[in-house]
């Protein structure tokens, strides 16, 4: 955390260099998750990241990449004060208090907003537990793991192991944690609530030896460092498909073996063929453009097959920008991403692909206008005079 936290602090104050009213780029940030595939691969340099030349990405969580979204305040994400912020990406979806806020005191000025997933997830269990190298757990049993009425990794294997089960968790917000606390609201209600934050969707309190981090990169290291550890993290920062280094997860219990890993093939199962919104007053909506899995309102079903917990990962984008060069370009990229060619990024950092169907009425609505709802991104009549600095 900290060496990164340097590097940023590096990168804004050269950001700090440019001459006042200077904008260099499409800029925007958020999400840890998806850190990997918009900026590059730190291993495997010859896979493409998802974002154009000319696009620049902070890393901070999916809820400081939305409040600077929403407010236009670069400086929440680490970039310099003043600079737009064109874009944020982020698992944790829009509210509709976030969106109500935002209509009101920014979109006379700035346009409509646009909420659109990019590309689906699934949020690996990493684990180390000396002896064990085939964990298999349903969705009960990460309740009793995450909520602490599992303390032992005896009680939950069925041993006589007294080796206490030490989580690491995401010490603020995280839209990864989201996406896990939809899965086991599902599964235990009365345990887990939906939130941006572990220790407010967890209803008990985490007990001293748990391990609160800052990223997702600090999950993995802990648990990878630490014997008997157990977290959650975005599957790009595992080894998906090795038992030994992630939990296979099933919703309902499985015969040992047979529950899914967090792979790009079951995760795709899990999120299944989810339908883009069919009504115009659901396609002007940014709330009904982004799938979620859980019991709450509007959510579709976990999946009984597959990899369960799933999610995506969206991006927050203004229909109008002042700069054309920025509406020219966020086009470009968008017409790039949504008609598959950037799949080679996306699959190559353990993300799933939208299914095309999706990804043409994104090009349809928000490119296109196909529907002559004024939808698509720079539209000469919605713009005039407005849009994003």
């Known amino acids: 955390m900290f060496k990164e936290r340097c590097l940023q602090l590096t990168a804004l104050a ?19 998750a998806v850190k990997f595939l918009y900026t590059g691969h730190p291993v495997n340099i010859k896979l493409p990241r998802l974002l154009p030349d000319g696009f620049n990405y902070t890393t901070v969580n999916s809820v400081a990449g939305k409040q600077a979204f929403l407010a236009n305040d670069a400086a929440l994400i680490w970039q310099a004060a003043g600079s737009p912020v064109d874009f944020a990406a982020s698992e944790s979806v829009l509210t509709a208090t976030e969106l109500a806020t935002y209509q009101s005191a920014r979109q006379g000025a700035y346009g409509p907003m646009i909420q659109v997933p990019v590309a689906g997830m699934a949020v690996s269990i990493p684990y180390k537990k000396s002896g064990t190298d085939n964990l298999q757990l349903s969705g009960q049993q990460l309740c009793g793991v995450f909520s602490g009425s599992l303390a032992t990794w005896g009680q939950l294997l069925g041993t006589t192991d007294t080796t206490p089960i030490r989580v690491v968790y995401r010490a603020g917000d995280s839209g990864t944690t989201e996406v896990l606390s939809r899965f086991l609201n599902d599964s235990c209600p009365t345990a887990f609530r939906v939130s941006t934050r572990f220790a407010t969707a967890s209803l008990g309190t985490q007990p001293a030896h748990w391990l609160a981090v800052g990223t997702s990169a600090e999950v993995t290291a802990q648990v990878s460092l630490n014997d008997g550890t157990i977290g959650y993290v975005a599957a790009s920062y595992t080894e998906a498909g090795k038992n030994s280094a992630v939990a296979r997860v099933s919703k309902q219990p499985m015969a040992p073996g047979s529950a899914a890993l967090p792979t790009i093939l079951a995760a795709q199962a899990g999120l299944g063929t989810p339908v883009a919104p069919g009504s115009a007053a659901r396609r002007t909506s940014p709330l009904d453009w982004v799938p979620t899995y859980g019991s709450g309102a509007g959510s579709l079903p976990v999946a009984s097959s597959g990899y369960p917990i799933v999610g995506y990962s969206n991006l927050l984008l203004g229909q109008c920008y002042q700069n054309p060069a920025d509406t020219q370009a966020i086009r470009d990229f968008l017409g790039e991403l949504y008609a598959g060619q950037k799949r080679i990024a996306v699959m190559g950092n353990i993300f799933v692909p939208l299914p095309q169907t999706y990804a043409d009425e994104i090009r349809r609505t928000f490119l296109f206008n196909a529907y002559g709802e004024g939808t698509d991104i720079g539209n000469p009549s919605v713009c005039n005079g407005i849009g994003r600095p």
């Open 14 to 32: 050269l950001a700090t260099l440019l001459a006042p009213g200077v904008h260099a780029g499409v800029n925007g940030g958020g999400s840890t």
